[in-house]
Structures are given as structure tokens and as C-alpha cells.
Nanobody, 120 residues
Framework: QVQLVESGGGLVQPGGSLRLSCAASGSIFSINTMGWYRQAPGKQRELVTTITTGGSTNSADSVKGRFTISRDNAKNTVYLQMNSLKPEDTAVYYC??????????????WGQGTQVTVSS
């Protein structure tokens, strides 16, 4: 059974930084895109940023220039460096892996979520 385990969330003041990590426990065949999503209270889950196997990234306009995604393919781990945090970044952050099964089907995995709170 594959699980994605996130870490690094917490409380930070506006302008501060946090680094989230997401590691897979268990074996995942052929991971393609890794990413981060977030969900604020009363809002829908939204894309934050993704990264492909080749390193191409796609980010929401609201985080461009402040958040950086990276991945370690050998460790099946994805990271999110968040700088210049704002109160509106407060949300539960979820990591997401998209993989291809040995039979060619897409498999999607989600982490359990980690709370990020930006407040003075």
C-alpha cells in the first residue's frame, strides 16, 4: 500500500518561509508528475505547482516568484520551498503524485495534508 507522507507545515509570520516535503512509502511504478495543491477553509482545492520528471514546472500566478518546487527522483520525494509567505497562503497543503501502472493505467496518489498557517 503506497502512502504519501508530508511534513514541514506549521505556523509562520507573514514574510517568513517554510519548506514542505512529501515522501512516498512503498513502491510506486513510474512516477510522472509530482505536485502540490492547497485548500483554504470554505474554498475548493487548488493547484499550487507541479513538476514533471524532466523538471518542467507549472505554478499558480499567486505563488510565482515566491514558491519553488523540486523533486528527488531517487527518493520519490517532492519539496515545496515557500518564501515571502502571506496570510492568504494559509491552507492545508496536499502533495500529489501521478504515475503510470505497469499495465499503462494512470494512478493518482494524495498525501494526507499538512496545515500551513501564516499569521502574526
Amino acid at each position: 500500500q503506497v502512502q504519501l507522507v508530508e511534513s514541514g507545515g506549521g505556523l509562520v509570520q507573514p514574510g517568513g518561509s517554510l519548506r514542505l516535503s512529501c515522501a512516498a512509502s512503498g513502491s510506486i511504478f513510474s512516477i510522472n508528475t509530482m505536485g502540490w495543491y492547497r485548500q483554504a477553509p470554505g474554498k475548493q482545492r487548488e493547484l499550487v505547482t507541479t513538476i514533471t520528471t524532466g523538471g518542467s514546472t507549472n505554478s499558480a500566478d499567486s505563488v510565482k516568484g515566491r514558491f519553488t518546487i523540486s523533486r528527488d527522483n531517487a527518493k520519490n520525494t517532492v519539496y515545496l520551498q515557500m518564501n515571502s509567505l502571506k496570510p492568504e497562503d494559509t491552507a492545508v497543503y496536499y502533495c500529489n503524485y501521478r504515475a503510470t501502472s505497469p499495465r499503462g493505467y494512470e494512478r493518482i496518489y494524495w498525501g494526507q495534508g499538512t496545515q500551513v498557517t501564516v499569521s502574526s
